[in-house]
């Protein structure tokens, strides 16, 4: 089992920046990707960004592209998710997942086994 804890989100105007932060615990060892997903109210959850624990190769989604920066810290065992320049459109709830396997299908929620309760992200314009 792996326990995903995310924090840092909160009501910030639009322009403003926001860093969040994915605290993994448990059998962390199984899981080499590490992902962002958002949903918005009424809409699908969407891919925000991915990484691998162990090579650090990124794969951010073109709509937070430049904007967006996914990072890790494998010391602490933390996913950390830089949003700068945001915009009404990124309001959402933010969820951090872990998975087993780093590769193509990193984008999609079916590549996790563990989700974290998320976190809500406001941006006011």
């Known amino acids: 089992q792996v326990q995903l804890v995310e924090s840092g989100g909160g009501l910030v105007q639009a322009g403003g920046s926001l860093r969040l932060s994915c605290a993994a615990s448990?059998?962390?060892?199984?899981?080499?990707?590490m992902g962002w997903f958002r949903q918005a109210p009424g809409k699908e959850r969407e891919f925000v960004a991915a990484?691998?624990?162990?090579?650090?190769?990124?794969y951010v989604a073109n709509s937070v592209k430049g904007r967006f920066t996914i990072s890790r810290d494998n010391a602490k065992n933390t996913m950390y998710l830089q949003m700068n320049s945001l915009k009404p459109e990124d309001t959402a709830v933010y969820y951090c997942?872990?998975?087993?396997?780093w590769g193509p299908g990193v984008a999609g929620p079916d590549a996790y086994d563990y989700w974290g309760q998320g976190t809500q992200v406001i941006v006011s314009s």
């Open positions: 448990g059998r962390t060892f199984n899981s080499n990707a």
């Open positions: 997942a872990a998975g087993p396997v």
């Open positions: 990484i691998s624990w162990s090579s650090g190769n990124a």
